[in-house]
């Protein structure tokens, strides 16, 4: 796919795909399948630019976006999936043949047998020392060898991922997980990272290779992760971090995986909320979705969408710091606290407003499992 061909599949954005949703119900999410096929046949020709053919492979993170739906569309694109518990890995395992990671910091010995069972792990990216043990033992069982990643923090600070210290201790005593191959390194920061975040994540991976490998691991992946922004207003931006990932593997003598989650669906979906609640005197209303939900949309693209009620036409709203805001806006569960922050000159807000969020594909259905909110169902079109 050439750069002319990567711009024209992303001009036009499918968002008839998710305005025909027939439901007129808030809150609403509406997903559509073309938007998310679009993003990740760019991502895929991005890929194919930067690194060698055989020297990378792609993996959809399904924590992002758990649905059967979009993970089989990713999946007849090529991808290999990323999960982190049983409903996760059942959408994966559904199709012997996806390559699959198992992930996260929360594995149990069943999750980890269940994998066994059905077939092997193509990898599994351990968090801690504990992790290494418990899937060393759980292997060993099964009378199965696993290749492994040591993720490690990305910083130190970090919560996810084990030290430096523990990493380097695991190569040197590898002969303590005979059912074990450590095959790779594993350093995600976080998502959606800005373009310092990225370099500084790239820098710290590099040096973790170098003092991994000078205590004699023999590297054959360096999985990179996420962190990248929603592809269509970030090509450029994407692919240069695409084209450090493949000079530093380059450099090491290994392949390359990443993991795209908010770059394929993040822009994917809407989450259309209603106004609930009016308080102009102290500048702030709710809206009928929780407020968990709606950071992840905003925290990728600072603004929102006011669609006045029985009006067609929208408009955009900033959202800014606190101490910039002239206006809050809230869902009404779980937490009062949590709230955004609006710079709008002239709020005329009244209850039925929609307030629409544009870019909620992202961590939505994650949330929405994990809070029983019921009610929100996606819509999801072809």
């Known amino acids: 796919m050439t750069s002319a061909t990567i711009k024209q599949a992303l001009a036009s954005p499918n968002r008839s795909d998710i305005e025909r949703g027939q439901s007129t119900v808030t809150p609403r999410l509406l997903f559509s399948l ?4 679009d993003n990740a046949e760019v991502f895929r020709a991005l890929c194919e630019r930067v690194f060698r053919p055989d020297g990378y492979e792609i993996y959809f993170p399904t924590k992002v976006a758990p649905s059967l739906q979009i993970v089989n569309c990713l999946r007849e694109l090529g991808f290999g999936l990323e999960v982190i518990n049983h409903s ?10 996806t390559r699959t990671i198992l992930g996260g ?17 193509t990898y599994v990216s351990c968090e801690s020392l504990t992790d290494l043990r418990e899937v060393n033992a759980v292997a060993a069982h099964h009378k199965s ?17 084990m030290s430096i210290e523990d990493a380097r201790w695991s190569v040197t005593h590898s002969d303590l997980f005979p059912a074990l191959k450590l095959a790779g390194i594993h350093l995600h920061a976080g998502s959606n990272l800005s373009s310092r975040e990225a370099d500084l994540t790239l820098e710290r991976m590099r040096m973790v290779a170098v003092d991994l490998a000078q205590n004699g691991m023999h590297i054959e992946v360096l999985n990179f992760g996420g962190g990248l922004p929603c592809i269509a207003a970030s090509v450029a ?3 240069r971090r695409l084209q450090g990932f493949s000079q ?27 106004v609930t609640d009016v308080r102009p005197v102290d500048r702030e209303l709710t809206i009928n979705s929780a407020a968990y939900i709606i950071h992840g949309p905003c925290n990728a693209d600072k ?9 067609v036409e929208r408009r955009r709203i900033e959202v800014v710091a606190r101490k910039e805001a002239n206006y809050r806006i809230g869902g009404i569960w779980p937490a009062e606290g949590d709230s955004l922050w609006l710079s709008t000159p002239t709020p005329e807000f009244a209850i039925g407003d929609r307030i629409i969020f544009p870019q909620a594909g992202a961590y ?17 079109s072809s």
Do not use: C, Y
């Open 88 to 97: 996760t890995a059942a959408m994966a395992h559904a199709d012997p043949l």
């Open 34 to 37: 073309n938007r998310v096929r």
């Open 248 to 274: 530093l593997a380059d450099t090491v003598g290994t392949r390359v995986i990443v993991e795209p989650g908010r770059a394929i669906v993040g822009d994917a979906a809407e989450l259309i909320t209603e």
């Open 237 to 239: 931006e994407t692919e």
């Open 105 to 121: 910091p929360a594995k149990t010995s069943a999750l980890i047998a269940w994998g066994f069972i059905q077939r092997n792990w």
């Open 145 to 161: 060898r696993v290749s492994v990643f040591l993720r490690v923090k990305a910083t130190t600070k970090r919560r996810l991922g």
């Open 303 to 311: 603004f929102i969408i006011h669609q006045r009620l029985g009006e």
């Open 364 to 380: 939505t259905l994650g949330f929405l499992n994990e809070l029983s909110f019921d009610e929100l169902l996606p819509t999801i």
